[in-house]
């Protein structure tokens, strides 16, 4: 639930890249809240700007390809956009931490994973090197990897996909971030692991009670993470909203055929004979839509969506939508008996 | 849905018997000695496959599927075992013989960025299938080419376009009309939509479904995602370490899962509702190394049912049900 202050709070923000000499609105102004102890899932298919969202609330992109265009990062009340790169260092890792789709690719082959999460630790925490790889220990520990003493001294090549990203939460976690943000982290994991991850996170929330970023395209693991949810399309949030009102009560024609188009494993014999699909293709971001980005796709769409950029509307208390026909359409989904 | 009446013997169109793939590992340059140890990704595969019956193939990465799915049509030559086509052995064939049977069996790739050519257009793509078997020329090729991309969904437009001019998802609507360009009877897909974005992704699906009824097709189709599988097939094969776990009409597996492989796959998929009940039955650990799979049942390290039995023997596959095979000492 959102409290008074909540921990982030991202206000128009705008994310633009130059591509050939035309300007890339990757993030075209987006605005949402994390509370503290709270997760809310971001979920969008490609080029839906969920991803530099999150670097840019990390301050991660590449200055030579682009950068924040305008808008605030407010993390305690403080703007992150105006921090100068050294203040951001202290910040990264210490207060606000990152894990991405593929650990193979995040960890450094040619140090153990002990050495890793000691670094970070002796960097941001100013631990003596043996302290440090104490840490890194009882980290690994936490994080449920079996003979940490032990496992330490791995190469990331000696461990499994499941196991090196248990390593990255271990990183990522090591200092006590207030907020976790978690970029697709279990995207390039087998059904089995990706279930030991989420209750892992899961777990670690309840301990440490820190907030979480969950960036995914996958609605099934929103369902199972996340307080809040922010649909995110053509680089404007959509909706967004308590995880079951969005799940039951989906206002946005696209959050709705979203849901639809997902063959799913629990319907037993009501499964649909066809699947539902959105009609067309995702729009390139250098040939945006006129007025509301998913008008071209949508069933709903009338000469007014043509025209101007829909507002997000307060359905309720906390749910919001870009929708101007939200009032008019119910895509309210009926639970199996 | 119909019921149709139990298919005759000669119903089958492919049929798998014992089939095994074993590769050798490498031990690295510098090593002297060749290591006489083997990956074991496909153990003892059977299966018949009927005409115009969709086979999904499912299990996590290291289940050997993949494997199992070019093993089938020679991309990768089986160990031992037979693959019948039409009644045919066809891994005896030679090189020159195979390559009527090519014509019949084609492939479909996970990933529609990779697999396309990027310096041919749409129509050059399409037509190289044509043009190897010497199907049609001139104006009838053209005709035919434009023909497979409106049954796949796009238009005579998209001839001359690259495949960087293409988004994914018509990347792999091309991957399925260059599959069909020879007109086969059997099409291995190999997880055909799990590099597209959920709403291209039905799309995808539907259009598969679409011409499975159309033309009839007879398709194994590979995938790690038991939603997908479970819309697009008739039957079921759960494969772990591989082997063949379980295997089922879609609807009996999903419903009455009896492997503790099978129930703990499906509970462990992140269902899109919150208020969904979650009896999750975890798996301890993680898909031991096919180089030395476990004895006996390979599952047995992970298995909640696990007893010292299990260590003995391979359990066979047994009949549970009509049609309804599991192989399991315990259930």
Wanted: hydrophobic share 40%.
């Amino acid at each position: 639930m959102a409290s008074p202050t909540p921990l982030l709070q991202i206000e128009d923000l705008r994310t633009h890249f130059t591509s050939d000499g035309e300007i890339v609105r990757a993030v075209d102004g987006v605005s949402f809240s994390i509370g503290r102890g709270e997760t809310l899932a971001v979920v969008g298919e490609s080029g839906s700007g969920k991803s530099v969202t999150s670097l840019s609330v990390m301050r991660l992109l590449d200055p030579a390809a682009g950068g924040i265009a305008g808008g605030r990062i407010l993390f305690e009340g403080v703007d992150l956009v105006t921090k100068s790169e050294a203040e951001m260092r202290r910040i990264r890792g210490n207060d606000i931490s990152m894990i991405f789709q593929e650990p193979m690719t995040s960890l450094n082959p040619v140090y153990t994973v002990g050495e890793q999460i000691a670094e970070a630790v002796r960097i941001h925490q100013k631990l003596a090197p043996k302290a440090a790889l104490t840490r890194a220990t009882e980290m690994l520990e936490l994080v449920g990897i079996p003979e940490p003493g032990r496992r330490i001294h791995s190469f990331p090549h000696q461990m499994s996909g499941g196991m090196r990203q248990r390593v990255m939460i271990a990183m990522a976690l090591s200092c006590n971030p207030k907020l976790l943000i978690a970029d697709e982290p279990t995207t390039a994991l087998d059904v089995t692991i990706q279930a030991q991850i989420l209750d892992l996170m899961r777990r670690l929330q309840a301990e440490i009670g820190m907030s979480i970023l969950f960036i995914t395209h996958d609605l099934g693991v929103v369902a199972e993470i996340a307080d809040r949810v922010v649909v995110m399309y053509a680089g404007r949030a959509v909706e967004e909203g308590p995880v079951r009102d969005i799940y039951r009560h989906p206002r946005m024609p696209y959050t709705a055929g979203l849901m639809q188009s997902v063959p799913r494993v629990d319907r037993g014999a009501t499964q649909q004979e066809r699947l539902y699909a959105i009609p067309g293709n995702i729009p390139s971001p250098l040939d945006l839509p006129e007025g509301c980005s998913f008008h071209p796709r949508c069933a709903h769409a009338e000469p007014r969506c043509v025209a101007q950029v829909p507002p997000l509307e307060p359905v309720s208390d906390q749910h919001r939508v870009r929708c101007v026909r939200w009032r008019e359409l119910d895509f309210s989904q009926k639970r199996p008996a | 849905m119909t019921i149709t009446p139990p298919p005759a013997a000669d119903d089958v169109l492919v049929s798998i018997r014992n089939l095994r793939k074993h590769f050798p590992v490498k031990t690295g340059n510098f090593s002297r000695l060749r290591s006489r140890e083997t990956v074991k990704a496909v153990e003892d595969f059977s299966l018949d496959i009927k005409r115009g019956e969709v086979i999904g193939l499912v299990g996590e990465s290291g289940s050997g599927k993949t494997t199992m799915g070019r093993a089938v049509l020679r991309l990768i030559e089986p160990s031992s075992g037979e693959v019948r086509f039409e009644g045919v052995d066809i891994t005896k064939l030679s090189q020159r013989d195979m390559r009527a049977y090519r014509r019949k069996m084609q492939i479909i790739f996970q990933d529609p960025f990779a697999s396309l050519n990027p310096r041919f257009t749409a129509e050059a793509i399409i037509g190289e299938a044509i043009d190897t078997h010497g199907l049609a020329k001139g104006p009838a090729r053209r005709a035919r080419i434009v023909e497979l991309l409106e049954k796949t969904g796009l238009g005579p437009e998209h001839l001359t376009r690259y495949p960087h001019e293409f988004s994914g998802g018509q990347r792999q609507r091309i991957g399925i009309a260059r599959a069909l360009a020879v007109d086969p009877q059997f099409i291995v897909a190999d997880e055909p939509v799990s590099a597209l974005d959920v709403s291209i992704q039905a799309q995808v699906l539907n259009l598969l479904q679409d011409l499975k009824r159309e033309l009839g097709l007879t398709l194994l189709m590979i995938a790690h995602d038991l939603g997908v599988v479970e819309y697009i097939s008739d039957r079921v094969v759960v494969m772990y370490l591989g082997r063949i776990m379980e295997v089922a009409p879609a609807k009996a597996l999903y419903a009455n899962p009896v492997h503790p492989y099978t129930e703990a796959l499906l509970s462990a998929v992140p269902v899109p509702d919150p208020d969904a009940r979650r009896e999750r039955i975890p798996l301890a650990g993680e898909i031991p190394s096919p180089i030395h799979p476990p004895s006996g049942c390979v599952f047995r390290t992970r298995c909640p049912l696990a007893t010292a039995e299990c260590a003995q023997v391979v359990p066979p596959l047994e009949e549970v049900a009509p049609g309804h095979l599991k192989a399991c000492i315990h259930r």
